[in-house]
């Protein structure tokens, strides 16, 4: 009995740490919906492209910071290229051709990244000790804590910059109402862009994080990223305070499931709960409930 | 600029034409082009044919993001294995492939149809997972990821070699496409289209959303159970991880590319997600292919270009995508490796450069080229006379109340509408006259009291119950669906009748000679006329009408006041919201006056003129807007 | 007009056409994912093969019934999907030229695509998918003449030598993991096989599965952990392996991992680091340059795609030897009909020095009822590989001998 609440405790903290990565992700959804009701449906490469681009730069000889700096920097111009070659265009033809347009430009990064880095999977090196730390029996890698305080860490930045800075009170207005932010004066498209390459900075920012547990490859991000989709829906695509504790809990529980109902059935408890959940709550956990007006 | 031919044929019948031509064509094909892999090909493209007509009833028809076409394919194909192996005939286990795919297609549908937008596509991907979950994990019954290897049963105790396959999956291609287009073209297909534009409307307006969305996603989920049956019995092996989101997004992308809203656009995107990998194999007609492309993408830009304008971006993306993918072609030495890439540029050209798809562009363009002759239009029989008359109390509110928030937007309101009567409703912006005729309609659930129509209850909050009980309405701010006809507007809405009675609306309100123009190119004002056509159409034994004169001219205003004159006289009970003192005046009973959230006056319009209360609602203290409200009197 | 018609024509006669006979060439088909998931793998085979088939033609060709044919690749990549490889099958055996196909790496392609093979009689060397299936299925169908041979080690074998490390190692309870593809299903059915084979002397204390792409595997060596595993016996492919290694260095717990040869590949070295220290698995080359047969081959794999360390050596190595023995075989058939192939195949008179082994007929006169006769190798042909400090060496250095073996007799 003790070992085995031991073993979910163990079970409830690796996958709540490691729910905390596709909390970032799914940050990145949230913020290009707010500011433009579009999501990037090749988040998952922009992630893997972030993860790619820091690995080439440390190998290059850059300290670990420099080159997570240098592929946040990749991250913001590649959500921007994004926006500007795809989602606008799309938005601007009214229709929902952007989901698939991004899609494409997704497609198209994978292939580059392909046969730029290559097929084959590679390790991310990290200045911190592969060993593990022990809390009351519950053991934890460095490389966990640093998924989990990068994750944090990154969307508090953000959070706080959007909160008390001009231009994120800007972006948010253009988020509340793109008309009238434009009537006082705010480029609505400036916010626009502006918000997806914030979303590709924290991408690529996820990428370098997570890049030492997933290994880095083309495929790396792709069962992340949807993951990060479901966390950002079932939140609600708009409380960021709620992606984190979904993340968690989606995290925490296919790891349980998995040790109750057999490995294979790791996901299935928590994908009939959202279909569930979104029958019985479309805007989500803690979304506002949209009044239909005539 | 040119003239075009005219081909004395209609568009339909030229349509079936080709199509015929073509499948003739196609069910030629093995024996001038002979070789497995060309048959493969064939019935591979015939086979997502239908796969994809059946995608496309989501993603095109009713505009939703469904990601669970892939695993719907799966459990179809899944479905027809078993059956096999329990020792089905191929048309009893095609039977079990259609029912494995649309019973949890059904399930599925329910819950995932009152979502939207990322929900709904969320919902439908957890569907999808959930779906290879279970196929993977029941080994017993599907013997998970090992796969399934099975053989191709007797068709009535004939054999089928791989000719006559394709032959099968050619004609069931045919049939599918003909039933999907007859499905699409009828009332059901209207009323899809229409509630793609307007859920809310066509709720209010009885055609009920959900209903014909969950019937839409069953037939498309009973074609992928098709396609997954014949899918089985071409490959003879399954296994679950072939069903997955590569497959799902492949399939999104060739409905896309081929064209959405249109089996054609179905069939073309088959067509090219089943040859489009295996065409790289051939260098040459690849790279002619891709230059083609090329060429045909520079033309918009160059033509801007010509008349010295800066090409837009929009116009210019689509051919620096395919200059990239030439360049691709024909300077890396492994185009392989860089498949993906070339069919991302591609993709990206067409999606940017056709977003209707290439059936989109080629229908557009043959439109401009040929003149098809148009649908007759019929002679008009019914119109308002033969509305229902009521008998009895049209509407009895009592004690109705409705917050959002702090603020009351509907407070203790008691009102009747007798038989036959008109009844106005006025008061200041924001006094809750729209918010009691969204009680009334059902498009809102009031805190507390009660709404009876014509005699009965309707459940409260449901636009489809007081539909029921005998509501119609119009909107203030419209809710026209776009992608209809004036003509066809009438017919989705009209309960019973045929395009005679239709056409009677529309003569009502005199749009009788804009049958054939779609909603999209109609003015503000026909609209609004066409607006209450809809709501007449369905013979409602209360009527609202929710500022029908705003914005309108001041002939059409004399047409207005003309045509709810003469509902009066068919004697059809009727709610007026109105700012126009004139229009009140002339045609209203009583008048209730609002201010808010509560009914402050009700009388003759006359008495209401001279009630110190309304006044003082209206005018308050402040001269501007008495001012204003003159203006508004004009 | 004129010029649009000749363009048609162009068209037609390359789409249409089965591209005229060359008469002074050979075709030779290589299939494999060499994109995607399991493309390390795919593109390695494909370049080992390249790499024999390069030095044939260096060399003049091949000499076929008197005359020196040189060998034309036709590559398709069968991205590792079922359908797309069925549909190479298709294209592959409708050109009506191709001599022989060497390729594969997943199971379920060659479970759709080899049929077609079969129906025609063209030759193909399955290299190196190793899960059992794709030869049983012949078996089980009785199949007459198959033109099917492998030339991997297949998961039989391995999961034997696996079992009987574990039970050299003194580990009698063990935990199987595997990943949720065919592949590692099938594995996982191998070593309950052998498992049972071994009469009761093995306890599985548990079997669990991981998908592609999970990198927590807390839950299932928890679950190992706490039912008293000795050892994990683990099928599945690099990234997912590595996983499991760090988990287990994660929770501390050190039991030995054993598995399938896949353990060798440099996605799983990599990544796994210092966690993957100590693993077993079953090899059929080691890229190791002190072994004399295979430094030549190392050296130039190297040389020509410019690596330090080949991506998968034992699908590279496989590759290069499997091209080789087919170009002996067409030799000795004296003629590029594929029924000649395929006989001489089953009775190549030469041994043909590979970079593996010198192979002596290594396969037979297809039987049904022992699917032996069409697989290359053999228990004796296979050692135990350990991972240390980032490369495989061997796991018992006498094993060395096998490697540098002269002769392998069947």
């Known amino acids: ?294 | 600029m040119f003239a075009g031919i005219s081909l004395g044929l209609r568009e339909n019948t030229v349509e079936r034409i080709v199509r015929t031509a073509i499948f003739i064509g196609l069910a030629a094909l093995p024996a001038l082009w002979q070789g497995q892999y060309a048959l493969g090909l064939l019935t591979l493209m015939a086979v997502y044919g239908v796969l994809l007509i059946g995608l496309d009833t989501t993603v095109g028809y009713l505009g939703q993001i469904n990601l669970a076409q892939a695993a719907l394919f799966a459990l179809g194909a899944y479905g027809t294995a078993l059956a096999i192996g329990a020792g089905a005939s191929l048309p009893l286990a095609l039977a079990a492939g259609i029912a494995g795919a649309l019973l949890p297609g059904a399930a599925l549908a329910l819950p995932a149809l009152r979502l939207e937008g990322p929900q709904f596509a969320l919902s439908t991907l957890s569907f999808a997972t959930l779906s290879i979950i279970v196929l993977n994990e029941c080994e017993s019954v599907t013997n998970g990821a090992l796969g399934l290897s099975i053989s191709r049963p007797l068709l009535f105790s004939l054999p089928l070699d791989a000719t006559s396959f394709y032959w099968l999956c050619l004609a069931l291609l045919f049939v599918a496409w003909e039933a999907s287009k007859t499905l699409f073209r009828s009332r059901f297909g209207l009323a899809i289209e229409a509630l793609r534009d307007s859920p809310t409307a066509t709720d209010a307006l009885g055609i009920g959303a959900l209903r014909h969305k969950v019937l839409a996603f069953a037939w498309g989920s009973a074609l992928a159970g098709l396609a997954g049956g014949l899918h089985t019995m071409n490959f003879g092996y399954l296994q679950p991880a072939a069903f997955g989101y590569d497959l799902m997004v492949m399939l999104l992308l060739g409905v896309v590319f081929g064209g959405r809203r249109s089996q054609w656009g179905a069939f073309l995107g088959a067509a090219v997600i089943a040859m489009l990998p295996n065409l790289l194999s051939n260098r040459t007609l690849f790279s002619f292919l891709v230059s083609f492309g090329c060429v045909l993408t520079v033309v918009p830009p160059i033509r801007a270009l010509l008349s010295h304008k800066v090409p837009l971006f929009r116009q210019a993306a689509p051919a620096i995508a395919m200059t990239l993918a030439v360049t691709l072609v024909f300077f890396i030495p492994n185009v392989e490796e860089w498949r993906k890439g070339i069919f991302a540029l591609f993709l990206f050209a067409v999606v940017v450069g056709f977003p209707n798809g290439i059936a989109g562009a080629v229908t557009a363009t043959l439109r401009q080229f040929i003149h098809f002759t148009p649908l007759p239009i019929l002679p008009a029989t019914g119109g308002i006379s033969s509305s229902k008359k009521t008998e009895g109390i049209a509407l009895r509110l009592s004690d109705l109340c409705k917050s959002f928030g702090g603020m009351r937007a509907v407070d203790n309101v008691t009102l009747d509408i007798g038989q036959g009567e008109t009844l106005g409703l006025i008061g200041p912006n924001g006094s809750g006259k729209t918010t009691l005729v969204n009680l009334i309609s059902g498009l809102y659930t009031p805190d507390s009291g009660s709404v009876e129509i014509a005699g009965k209850r309707p459940v409260c909050g449901s636009l489809m119950s007081a539909f029921s009980a005998g509501a119609a309405r119009t909107f203030q701010n419209l809710q026209p669906f776009h992608g209809l006809t004036a003509l066809e507007s009438i017919l989705v809405c009209q309960q019973g009748g045929g395009e005679s009675e239709a056409m009677g609306w529309l003569l009502a309100v005199g749009l009788e000679g804009k049958a054939r123009i779609r909603c999209s190119g109609m003015s503000y004002g026909d609209l609004r006329f066409l607006e209450i056509a809809r709501a007449l159409s369905t013979r409602p034994r209360l009527l609202m009408l929710d500022e029908p004169a705003a914005g309108m001219s001041k002939p059409d205003i004399a047409r207005l006041i003309e045509l709810i004159g003469s509902i009066k006289r068919a004697g059809v009970p009727i709610l007026l919201i109105e700012h126009h003192q004139n229009v009140v005046a002339e045609l209203c009973d009583r008048v209730a006056v609002m201010d808010g959230g509560r009914l402050i006056a009700l009388g003759t319009p006359n008495q209401i003129r001279r009630d110190p209360k309304v006044i003082e609602a209206y005018l308050g203290a402040d001269d501007t807007e008495r001012d204003n409200m003159e203006a508004r009197q004009c | ?410």
């Open chain 1, 1 to 294: 009995m003790n070992l085995d609440f031991l073993a979910l405790a163990q079970m409830a903290v690796s996958g709540g740490l490691m729910g905390m990565a596709y909390a970032l992700v799914a940050y990145g959804f949230q913020l290009t919906h707010a500011a433009g009701k579009a999501v990037n449906f090749g988040q998952g490469e922009l992630v893997m492209l972030g993860a790619f681009t820091g690995l080439s730069l440390s190998g290059c000889g850059l300290p670990y910071w420099a080159a997570v700096t240098g592929a946040m920097i990749a991250g913001a111009l590649l959500g921007w290229f994004v926006e500007r070659t795809a989602v606008r265009l799309a938005l601007q033809q009214h229709n929902e051709g952007w989901v698939l347009l991004t899609i494409i430009v997704g497609l198209f990064w994978f292939s580059a990244a392909e046969n730029i880095w290559g097929r084959e999977d590679k390790p991310f090196p990290v200045p911190w000790p592969e060993s593990a730390l022990d809390f009351f029996g519950i053991s934890v890698t460095w490389q966990e804590l640093a998924v989990a305080a990068g994750a944090l860490g990154m969307m508090t930045l953000i959070e706080l910059a959007r909160r008390y800075t001009m231009i994120g009170i800007a972006v948010q207005a253009v988020s509340a109402d793109q008309d009238a932010a434009e009537l006082c004066g705010i480029r609505s498209r400036t916010a626009i862009s502006l918000s997806w390459a914030v979303s590709g900075i924290a991408a690529a920012f996820a990428g370098t994080i997570i890049g030492p547990v997933t290994t880095v490859g083309p495929t790396m991000a792709a069962a992340l990223t949807l993951k990060a989709f479901s966390v950002a829906v079932v939140a609600g695509l708009g409380s960021s305070f709620g992606l984190l504790l979904v993340g968690v809990a989606l995290g925490a529980s296919e790891n349980i499931s998995g040790f109750l109902l057999g490995s294979g059935w790791r996901e299935a408890p928590a994908l009939i709960l959202l279909i569930v959940g979104l029958a019985l709550r479309p805007q989500g956990l803690f979304g506002k409930k949209i009044i239909r007006k005539v």
């Open chain 3, 1 to 410: 007009m004129k010029a649009y018609r000749s363009i048609l024509a162009v068209l037609l006669a390359t789409t249409f056409s089965t591209s005229a006979m060359a008469a002074n060439v050979v075709k030779i088909a290589i299939t494999g994912p060499f994109s995607g998931g399991s493309a390390p793998m795919g593109v390695s085979m494909r370049d080992g093969a390249k790499l024999a088939i390069a030095g044939i033609n260096q060399n003049g060709g091949i000499n076929v019934g008197g005359k020196r044919m040189k060998i034309e690749i036709v590559e398709r990549d069968d991205e590792g999907k079922n359908d797309r490889g069925a549909l190479v099958a298709q294209e592959i055996s409708s050109m009506g030229d191709i001599s022989a196909v060497i390729g594969t790496v997943n199971t379920g392609v060659a479970l759709t695509g080899d049929k077609y093979y079969v129906e025609k009689g063209i030759v193909k060397i399955i290299t190196p998918a190793a899960g059992s299936a794709s030869m049983t299925q012949w078996s089980n169908a009785g199949t007459r003449n198959l033109p099917i041979f492998r030339f991997a080690a297949y998961d039989g074998i391995q999961a034997r030598m696996v079992v009987e490390q574990a039970i050299k190692m003194g580990c009698l309870r063990v935990a199987i993991l595997h990943d949720a593809t065919n592949y590692g299903v099938s594995g996982r059915d191998d070593l309950l096989r052998q498992i049972n084979n071994q009469g009761g002397r093995v306890k599985v204390v548990t079997v669990e599965k991981f998908a592609i792409g999970d990198k927590d595997m807390t839950a299932q060596l928890l679950k190992a952990k706490a039912a008293g595993a000795q050892a994990i016996l683990i099928w599945g492919i690099g990234p997912e392996l590595a996983a499991v290694a760090s988990g287990k260095q994660k929770l501390g717990f050190r039991v030995p991992m054993i598995g399938g040869w896949t353990l060798s590949m440099s996605n799983f070295i990599d990544t796994a680091g210092a966690a993957g220290n100590g693993v077993l698995m079953p090899q059929t080359f080691i890229e190791d340059e002190s072994i004399a047969r295979a430094k030549p081959f190392i050296q130039a794999y190297h040389k020509a795609y410019g690596v330090t360390r080949i991506p998968s050596p034992v699908s590279a190595a496989q590759g290069y030897d499997a091209a080789l023995l087919l170009a002996e075989a067409i030799h000795e058939a004296g003629s590029t009909n594929p029924s000649g192939i395929r006989e001489s195949l089953e009775n190549l008179k030469v041994a043909v020095k590979g970079c593996i082994a010198d192979w002596k007929k290594p396969w037979s006169k297809w039987d049904p009822s022992k699917v032996e006769t069409h697989e290359a190798f053999r228990r004796e042909n296979t050692v135990m590989g350990k991972v240390q400090n980032g490369h495989v060496v061997l796991a018992n250095p006498a094993d060395k001998i096998v490697l540098q073996g002269k002769m392998l007799n069947k």
